[in-house]
């Protein structure tokens, strides 16, 4: 019998929230300053006056080279010791099976993320995308990859891959797809 693995990432499949560490990282590197500081006050003020948790405003008006490199050395050079994977879902999966991962983390971290460390067990990631324009993020967001869009990924993948499927997830906007798969499994993993 043939798996279909559907995971969240952050929370899940690892303990980090991968955006996080690498917002850590990239708003202490030296390009920039002067842009993120204002992407910084864009974030607060969002946060205040438009009760928004929207992270993307710290690329907004950066190059996506930059990001895109800064992502590379952040890879490269981060100490992963406190990474946790959680082998139990990896463990699930056979050599013929499917494993995707849908996650809000933006694609530009996620992506490049799960190639390093799972290249050979991920079939696919959706991720968040976020707009640019003249090669510069912008704050809008193209696809965000959360509740109900998850959920309409996840139909579509167990349309196509007549297999068991199997849900793993961590926050209230996981339950979407999780509901739709065999075998349910949101909770706390680290």
Known sequence: MQKLILTDLDGTLVNK??????????????KF??????NLG????SKIFLNSNNTKYFYYDIPVAYVS????????????????INNDILNLKS????LFVLTNCPSFISIPFCSKFFSKEIKGVFATKIYN???HFHFRIKRRVLSNYKKIIAQ??????PYKSFGYGDSK????????????????FF
């Open 173 to 188: 906007s996981d339950k979407y797809f999780i509901s739709l798969c065999d075998n349910k499994y949101q909770m706390k």
């Open 95 to 98: 050599e013929k099976d499917k």
């Open 133 to 135: 324009f003249d090669n």
């Open 69 to 84: 490199s800064s992502v590379d050395r952040w890879l490269k050079k981060t100490n992963f010791s406190e990474l946790k």
């Open 156 to 161: 579509k993948l167990i349309n196509y891959y």
């Open 42 to 45: 864009y974030y607060f003020l």
């Open 17 to 30: 929230n991968l955006e996080r560490e690498f917002l850590l990282y990239f708003l202490i590197s030296s």
């Open 33 to 38: 300053r002067y842009r993120k500081f204002i």
